[in-house]
């Protein structure tokens, strides 16, 4: 089950993911439009990678002068293209993709330097989300102990009722503060665990 979740998410991610590209694709398409230089300019810096490409895997590319003047002509591309993106308002990341989450790119996962790979906090997230809807507990910040009343209880002893020589408020004060306990003592290996039992139906 977990694990058709886990698959189920990473093909939104990979829709995503899609989604923001085309959506890319479609802003060059309409941007290159009206200013035809930024097009000319994605040319010139495509040609250029490729051209390093085919000497680094011919060994073309030695001396130090070839390889700072293909830096140099590169890096002047690149600040021509955002000055023509300021000059007509667009700020400098309107030629990237849209992702939803900056830090995965809309892929789930994130690889440190090391190539480590470990899931994004969003994914994390969302499994979260998911476990919290199928417990009960989405709705905790309106359901907890802050908001709990113990007005709602009788005061009234009834032994016949409740098979217990208490009222359900001071029983509920009871179950209330033990819970509480619990939560403050959670990582204590010695804390003993709760167990909740009743008819079936009981909330």
């Known amino acids: 089950m977990a694990n058709e979740i886990l698959n189920s998410l990473l093909r939104e991610?990979?829709?995503?993911?899609?989604?923001?590209?085309?959506?890319l694709e479609k802003r060059k398409e309409n941007l290159y439009d009206l200013i035809p230089r930024l097009r000319q300019i994605e040319d010139e810096l495509n040609k250029m990678a490729i051209s390093t490409a085919k000497g680094i895997l011919s060994?073309?590319?030695?001396?130090d002068y070839s390889v700072n003047n293909l830096k140099e002509n590169i890096e002047k591309l690149k600040k021509e293209r955002e000055s023509i993106l300021k000059e007509n308002n667009y700020f400098l990341d309107y030629l990237k993709p849209f992702y939803e989450?900056?830090?995965?790119?809309?892929?789930?996962?994130?690889?440190?330097?090391?190539y480590h790979t470990t899931m994004c906090s969003c994914l994390k997230q969302k499994?979260?989300?998911?476990?919290?809807?199928k417990s009960n507990m989405?709705?905790?910040?309106?359901?907890?102990?802050?908001t709990f009343n113990e007005n709602l209880y009788s005061d009234e002893i009834n032994v016949e009722k409740y098979k217990v020589n208490t009222s359900?408020?001071?029983?509920?004060?009871?179950?209330?503060?033990n819970c509480i306990k619990f939560v403050e003592n959670f990582d204590n290996p010695t804390q003993k665990?709760?167990?909740f039992s009743g008819a079936t139906g009981l909330r």
């Open 13 to 23: 991610y990979e829709q995503k993911k899609i989604n923001a590209e085309l959506d």
């Open 59 to 63: 060994n073309n590319i030695s001396n």
């Open 101 to 114: 989450c900056k830090i995965c790119n809309d892929t789930g996962y994130v690889t440190d330097s090391n």
């Open 127 to 133: 499994l979260l989300d998911i476990s919290f809807n």
């Open 138 to 146: 989405y709705n905790i910040k309106n359901e907890n102990f802050s």
């Open 168 to 177: 359900p408020r001071k029983n509920i004060q009871y179950i209330k503060e």
């Open 193 to 195: 665990n709760l167990l």
